[in-house]
């Protein structure tokens, strides 16, 4: 009967299936590591074996998976982060979770799904402020500050987590990987906030939306959202896009149907190809280190 072992890379558990009477643990060399959550499954040319093994998987949770992206977690990192994987609820498109100047008693992430930032302005105006992806945790400033001072709802149908507070004090000051990994976090955060700041303030229509769409399709990339010919659902209306990228919905509509007639995008039933992510990244003069883990590539 075949056994299974277990270990850790980068804060995921891996389990391994080797022959009768074999027992071996994988030796994996990180930075051959795809940027894809949690089930991942390896060819073995991916990785680096003491022995030979028929099949290995990786299993994490989003949040335990999107912090192992900036700390090496042991497995009592990971032990901890999974233990805040319960109070979760299910909500549809279009929820608002968290409203502007409302007094949230605690902090969340999600679980699937996407959600997105926003501030409301005179005569209906709409700012949109950011995408969360799953495993990103957001609206701990607000519960810090005792305030939100923006809006949060769900761009589609998601799993959220609600985390307290003091668990996530307690976790940073008595697991120091995992307080790391969640201050270098908010300096991706951040780091994308001043990317948005530019692409609003300095780029063309057509470089706003190239960026953006690059962005997203690495973002994505990163949570496994890309399917095996680089397409990926796209739940962004034009309304959406308008209000993202500082446009009207009309130059919106002009802007990506010049990107289709250039052969720079597919889009088609919600569903979006990237023809040629480097010449994309080269128009919007995208420099992916901001995002802390993923750079344009085919």
């Known amino acids: 009967m075949a056994s299974r072992d277990y270990g850790y890379v980068g804060g995921a ?6 022959p009768p009477g074999r027992s071996v643990l ?25 022995a030979p093994a028929r099949n290995l998987e990786i299993f994490a949770k989003p949040l335990t998976a999107h912090l192992s992206k900036f700390a090496a977690l042991s497995p009592t990192d990971v032990i901890a982060l999974d233990q805040l994987h ?16 409302s007094r949230p008693a605690c902090a969340f992430f999600l679980g699937s799904g996407l959600a997105y930032r926003y501030r409301m302005l005179d005569g209906g105006r709409r700012q949109i402020l950011g995408f969360i992806f799953p495993g990103d945790l957001f609206d701990l400033d607000a519960v810090l500050v005792g305030r939100a001072d923006h809006n949060i709802a769900l761009l589609t ?29 908010s300096i991706v955060d951040t780091s994308i ?26 973002r ?28 009207t919905t009309v130059h919106t509509n002009r802007t990506l149907q010049k990107m289709r007639a250039d ?23 995208f420099d992916g280190h901001y995002l802390g883990f993923a750079q344009p590539r085919n």
């Not at 994988?26 to 003491?50: A, E, Q």
């Open 220 to 247: 994505l990339e990163a949570v496994g959202r890309i399917g095996g010919d680089g397409s990926f659902d796209f739940p962004f209306s034009q309304m959406i896009l308008a209000d993202t990228t500082g446009m």
């Open 263 to 285: 052969g720079l995008i597919q889009l088609c039933a919600k569903r979006l190809m990237i023809t040629d992510r480097e010449r994309l990244a080269a128009l919007a003069g």
């Open 157 to 185: 149908d998601a799993q959220v987590y609600s985390i307290a507070p003091r668990d996530l004090k307690n976790l940073a000051s008595d697991f120091p990987k995992i307080g790391q990994a969640l201050w270098l976090a």
């Open 26 to 50: 994988p030796t994996i060399d990180p930075r051959r590591l795809p940027n894809f959550p949690h089930p991942w499954r390896f060819r073995h040319s991916d990785l680096c074996f003491r």
């Open 13 to 18: 558990q891996v389990v391994v299936t080797t």
């Open 86 to 101: 319960r109070n979760a609820k299910v909500h549809p498109a279009e929820h608002i979770l968290i409203h502007e100047q």
């Open 193 to 218: 906030l001043r990317e948005w700041l530019v692409n609003l303030g300095q780029r063309t229509a057509l470089q706003r939306m190239s960026h953006f769409l690059v962005e997203m399709s690495l």
